[in-house]
């Protein structure tokens, strides 16, 4: 299930991208973000695992044919501030997903998002 603003999301995003890419409703972070266990130690995966358990993306955009991660999107209520007013979850997920290189979004809680600024994002 996905809330109204999800929704709005979701829809404002695949209506921008191109056809070998889609957006999917968040899922849990920790099976999204894929740790390369031949660069990181063992204990420094489990702990970013711990930071981000229970904690979801609001979307995520794929390659269509390979399924891999493109880039990810979170909501977050105080994504109009700095990037540390943002909630404590929402840090988590941008401090592993610079480590992985997986670039995150964070926007803002609305029930419709404007095309050109997602444009931006996406670009």
Do not use: W
């Amino acid at each position: 299930m996905v809330s109204p603003q999800q929704l709005a999301l979701i829809k404002q995003v695949q209506n921008i991208l191109q056809c070998n890419y889609t957006a999917i409703p968040g899922c849990p972070a920790y099976r999204v973000v894929d740790v390369d266990e031949d660069i990181e130690s063992r204990s420094d995966i489990k702990k970013g695992r711990a930071k981000i358990e229970g904690i979801y993306f609001d979307l995520v955009v794929i390659d269509k044919d390979t399924f891999k991660p493109i880039c990810v999107f979170r909501m977050d209520p105080y994504a109009h501030l700095s990037e540390e007013h943002y909630n404590e979850g929402t840090r988590n997920l941008l401090e592993v997903s610079r480590s992985v290189k997986l670039p995150m979004f964070v926007v803002p809680i609305i029930n419709e998002y404007d095309h050109f600024k997602i444009v931006a994002h996406l670009k």
